[in-house]
């Protein structure tokens, strides 16, 4: 069996394999059908900045829209000019014509959809038709966090001392996944409401409202056993 490490899987993937299997879908495809381009930028742990292209079209052979990937371009650039020019470069150098493109989806960033002066701007100077996305979860993400804030303290604190409460004891997961048995609910995991991860109080709400019985079960066995910090509160 052949195996190789993280280095040299990477470089076989992005020079060999790569460009072959991006070869191929850009004469078998992109060349005579309608595309979008879905774009992004990334930074890595060197600080290299890359962008990001994936195409979208609808292919007649199987009768679906398709991702693809493109290709990961190392950029020095990041104005929206010089990302712009990446994408000039990348469609002539692979003979793609700018007709072919009718749309493109990107963050919401200044330098991407700004109207005077971003990347979908330039574009639509010469695409003047090109449909124009902005990715929405960002927005959403900030209309939920700002939404969340607005639930009273005592929600948040109540989901973060449930989770603190089992999380760091194997005896009382065990016990409680007992009294999930006899209630014949779901196992589910108490999960932690973290402040970085995009809806996640969702979740952490969902799984304590689906077992509120058998926690409150619990509970009210842990305080008449000796006490208990939640039901204290």
Not at 4 to 14: D, E
Not at 79 to 92: K, R
């Given at each position: 069996?052949?195996?190789?490490?993280?280095?040299?899987?990477?470089?076989?993937?992005?020079?060999?394999?790569?460009?072959?299997?991006?070869?191929?879908?850009?004469k078998?495809?992109?060349?005579?059908?309608?595309?979008?381009?879905?774009?992004?930028?990334?930074?890595?742990?060197?600080?290299?900045?890359?962008?990001?292209l994936?195409?979208?079209?609808?292919?007649?052979e199987?009768?679906?829209?398709?991702?693809?990937?493109?290709?990961?371009?190392?950029?020095?650039?990041?104005?929206?000019?010089?990302?712009?020019?990446?994408?000039?470069?990348?469609?002539?150098?692979?003979?793609?014509?700018?007709?072919?493109?009718?749309?493109?989806?990107?963050?919401?960033?200044?330098?991407?959809?700004?109207?005077?002066?971003?990347?979908?701007?330039?574009?639509?100077?010469?695409?003047?038709d090109?449909?124009?996305?902005?990715?929405?979860?960002?927005s959403?993400?900030?209309?939920?966090?700002?939404?969340?804030?607005?639930?009273?303290?005592?929600?948040?604190?109540?989901?973060?001392?449930?989770?603190?409460?089992?999380?760091?004891s194997?005896?009382?997961?065990?016990?409680?996944?007992?009294?999930?048995?006899?209630?014949?609910?779901?196992?589910?995991?108490?999960?932690?409401?973290?402040?970085?991860?995009?809806l996640?109080?969702?979740?952490?709400?969902?799984?304590?409202?689906?077992?509120?019985?058998?926690?409150?079960?619990?509970?009210?066995?842990?305080?008449?056993?000796?006490?208990?910090?939640?039901?204290?509160?």
């Amino acid at each position: 069996d052949a195996k190789c490490a993280r280095t040299k899987g990477t470089y076989i993937f992005l020079k060999a394999i790569g460009p072959y299997g991006i070869n191929a879908l850009l004469k078998k495809k992109l060349h005579s059908s309608k595309f979008s381009l879905v774009i992004d930028e990334t930074t890595d742990v060197s600080t290299l900045k890359h962008l990001v292209l994936v195409s979208r079209y609808y292919d007649v052979e199987i009768q679906k829209t398709v991702d693809d990937f493109l290709t990961l371009i190392e950029k020095q650039d990041c104005s929206a000019t010089g990302i712009y020019n990446c994408l000039l470069s990348f469609l002539n150098e692979h003979a793609l014509p700018l007709e072919n493109l009718i749309g493109f989806v990107c963050d919401n960033a200044n330098v991407m959809m700004g109207s005077k002066g971003g990347v979908q701007h330039l574009l639509k100077q010469n695409r003047p038709d090109l449909f124009v996305q902005a990715c929405i979860y960002p927005s959403l993400h900030l209309c939920s966090s700002n939404t969340c804030n607005e639930l009273p303290n005592s929600v948040k604190e109540l989901t973060r001392s449930i989770y603190a409460y089992f999380s760091h004891s194997p005896k009382r997961i065990n016990e409680f996944k007992d009294l999930q048995k006899i209630a014949s609910i779901d196992p589910h995991k108490i999960l932690h409401a973290s402040c970085t991860r995009w809806l996640s109080l969702k979740q952490v709400v969902q799984n304590i409202l689906e077992q509120w019985p058998t926690l409150l079960a619990y509970f009210t066995q842990a305080t008449l056993e000796g006490g208990c910090p939640i039901t204290a509160r």
